[in-house]
Structures are given as structure tokens and as C-alpha cells.
């Protein structure tokens, strides 16, 4: 059985820092792209970026280019999102999803809550 | 950035009623749409793929279709737990976009 589950989240002043793992079960990790998504609260999801099996090539949302970081342990099967910079926007659920065959998510962790608030 | 326009933001429906849900892309997408719903506080779930391929385990009251700009969602007999909020993704071209979304609730 597919398994993502993340951790990391908590609250953080503006500028802050966190790091979010995803762990990944139940199938070979090294095979599949892997991505980011958010939801504020009460809104709707957005794409944050994505990771390919080897790490090599990484693409993000403008809004976190240059703050974020997107990174994975194929030996740990673990995903990561280096979050910096946090400003109030950033505030919501985070989900870690497994890409398909092509970019879209059948599994999805039951994501972790980021909070940007002083 | 594609934008991806979904209609309407909510609809009221009966169990029973056919229901359709539209996404217009702001430019081609080919066929690499995605649809899911979610529920409060859950994680969303795959419908559809690739505009008309239904996800495994899905139940084939759910079809989707189009291609390039405009794709459509349908329910054809609505159930009780089809009551939900349901996106559409675009993936292809980044960055991959979401629509707004459609909460459908229970007349």
C-alpha cells in the first residue's frame, strides 16, 4: 500500500524557516517524480514544485522560487521542502504527492499545517 | 502562468441529478488534464486523467472530456458522497495550475 506521510509543520514568525519530510512506503521511490502542493485555509490547491527520481531537474511556482527548496533521499525514501523566508501567504497544508505517469496525483499524504504568523 | 477557469464556483444538486462541471484553460493543454474532489479536510482524490481516463476504483458514473481549452467533468447519476469540492489540474506546461474549484452541495 502507498504510503506518504508528512511532518515539519508548525507556526513560524514571517522570515522564518522550516524544513518538511515527506516519508514515502509501499512503492520503489527512486522510480517516480515527486511534488509539492498547498492549500491556504479555505482555498484552493496550488502547485508548489516538483522533484525528478534522481533529483536533477526541480520547477516551482514563481511565488517560492528562490525560497523554497525542493530535495529527496532516494536511500531514506524521503521527500523534503526547505521552506525560507516565510511570509504570511505561505500559511497552509502542505501535501507531498506521487506523480502518476504523467504530472497528476493519485497518492497524496494527509499533509502537515504551516502557519506564518508573529 | 496557464490560468484555468472552472464553472461554476457551486452548484445545488440532487441525489440522482447529472452534473457538469467545465474548466477553460487560458491555452492549450493538449490532453494533460486531471480532475479530483475532496472533502473537508481530507486530501484530494484522483478522478480522471489525461481528460477522459477514469483512475482506478473510480466509479464510471464520473467522465471527463476535451481537449486543448475546454474540458468537462460529468456525474451522470449524482450520489451522496459525490458531495464534495472538485478541481481540475493542467499538467502541461509549468507551472502546473489548479482550477478555483466547484463545491457541489445538496439541494
Known amino acids: 500500500e502507498v504510503q506518504l506521510v508528512e511532518s515539519g509543520g508548525g507556526l513560524v514568525q514571517p522570515g522564518g524557516s522550516l524544513r518538511l519530510s515527506c516519508a514515502a512506503s509501499g512503492f520503489t521511490f527512486s522510480y517516480y517524480w515527486m511534488s509539492w502542493v498547498r492549500q491556504a485555509p479555505g482555498k484552493g490547491l496550488e502547485w508548489v514544485a516538483n522533484i525528478k527520481q534522481d533529483g536533477s531537474e526541480m520547477h516551482y511556482v514563481d511565488s517560492v522560487k528562490g525560497r523554497f527548496t525542493i530535495s529527496r533521499d532516494n536511500a531514506k525514501n524521503s521527500l523534503f521542502l526547505q521552506i525560507n523566508s516565510l511570509r504570511a501567504e505561505d500559511t497552509a497544508v502542505y501535501y507531498c504527492a506521487r506523480d502518476g505517469t504523467g504530472s497528476y496525483y493519485a497518492y497524496w499524504g494527509q499533509g502537515t499545517l504551516v502557519t506564518v504568523s508573529s | 502562468a496557464i490560468q484555468i477557469t472552472q464553472s461554476p464556483s457551486s452548484l445545488s444538486a440532487s441525489t440522482g441529478d447529472r452534473v457538469t462541471i467545465t474548466c477553460r484553460a487560458s491555452?492549450?493543454?493538449?490532453?494533460?488534464l486531471a480532475w479530483y474532489h475532496q472533502k473537508p479536510g481530507r486530501a484530494p482524490k484522483l478522478l480522471i486523467y489525461g481528460a477522459s481516463t477514469l483512475e482506478s476504483g473510480v466509479p464510471s458514473r464520473f467522465s471527463g472530456s476535451g481537449s486543448g481549452t475546454d474540458f468537462t467533468l460529468t456525474i451522470s447519476c449524482l450520489q451522496s458522497e459525490d458531495f464534495a469540492t472538485y478541481y481540475c489540474?493542467?499538467?502541461?506546461?509549468?507551472?502546473?495550475?489548479f482550477g478555483q474549484g466547484t463545491k457541489v452541495e445538496i439541494k
Open positions: 489540474q493542467q499538467y502541461y506546461i509549468y507551472p502546473w495550475t
Open positions: 491555452q492549450g493543454v493538449n490532453s494533460y
